[in-house]
């Protein structure tokens, strides 16, 4: 790592990551291990892209509840230029399904205070957030709501759709979540699988975790290359115990994998 640090690359890495032109000198261990690790190990590396990356450690910052990693990592990808205001709402609203209305609120607060902070610090007025129609609700008949999310269900998590015996089923998982989140145009489903993975991986969630990462897997919109280095950053911020119940639930996935 000593050779990084001379000819300065783990600090130009920070310096993009983190938005910032002069990385201060860590003054703890832990300071120093952050900047090494984080920013010489893990997201120097080839294996995803940065917005993809920054997925991962937004899920991580937000549901841990940490203030200051909140509002640096959403000021980070906003002002970076990785992740633009709309997707970045559009990710608010699925990390609200996986991960909780509260940390949600806390979440798109951020978003709005980094947006006004970006913008004051140009000396520009700050733009408004862009009104939505109805439209982008979907359907508003149920019966064709609830349908649209049985297909979605099967088409993401390839297996049968659950009855509509509960209202968690019918009004929250197939009316809500497949019924109309997973439809939304403004993130891709990739990037919803990111989003999705990190969230069941951080909620202690076995079934869900397992389902989510085999899907993801077994249906291609992840490579075992992409989901290995989700699983790093996702131990990178959210801690290593963690991520190794994730990279078990890859390794089970993968080797369930049909040829």
């Not at 978003?111 to 609700?137: F, M, S």
């Not at 197939?174 to 993975?197: A, D, K, M, S």
Request: glycine share 8%.
């Amino acid at each position: 790592m000593d050779h990084l640090r001379d000819d300065g690359r783990v600090e130009r890495t920070m310096a993009e990551v983190m938005t910032t032109t002069q990385p201060p000198e860590p003054a703890t261990p832990f300071g120093r291990a952050s900047r090494d690790f984080l920013f010489g190990e893990v997201w120097s590396r080839p294996g995803l892209s940065r917005r993809d990356r920054r997925w991962v450690t937004l899920t991580c910052v937000a549901a841990a509840d940490s203030p200051r990693p909140i509002e640096e990592h959403v000021h980070a990808a906003l002002v970076g230029g990785d992740i633009e205001l709309e997707a970045m709402l559009e990710f608010v609203l699925h990390f609200a399904v996986y991960c909780g209305w509260p940390k949600a609120s806390h979440l798109e607060g951020a978003v709005a205070r980094q947006w006004d902070r970006i913008h004051r610090e140009r000396g520009e007025e700050t733009p408004p957030w862009p009104q939505l129609t109805n439209d982008t609700l979907g359907p508003g008949v149920w019966d064709e709501r609830l349908k649209r999310g049985v297909e979605e269900f099967i088409d993401v998590n390839l297996m049968p759709a659950p009855p509509t015996n509960s209202p968690y089923r019918q009004a929250g998982i197939l009316g809500f979540v497949f019924g109309h989140v997973w439809q939304r145009p403004g993130l891709t489903r990739r990037e919803r699988r990111i989003i999705t993975v990190a969230s069941v991986a951080l909620d202690d969630s076995p079934v869900p975790l397992q389902t989510h990462v085999t899907s993801a897997l077994h249906s291609g919109d992840l490579t075992k290359e992409e989901m290995d280095e989700i699983v790093l950053q996702f131990a990178a911020y959210y801690g290593f115990a963690k991520g190794e119940a994730l990279a078990d639930a890859v390794e089970t996935a993968w080797a369930s994998k049909p040829d």
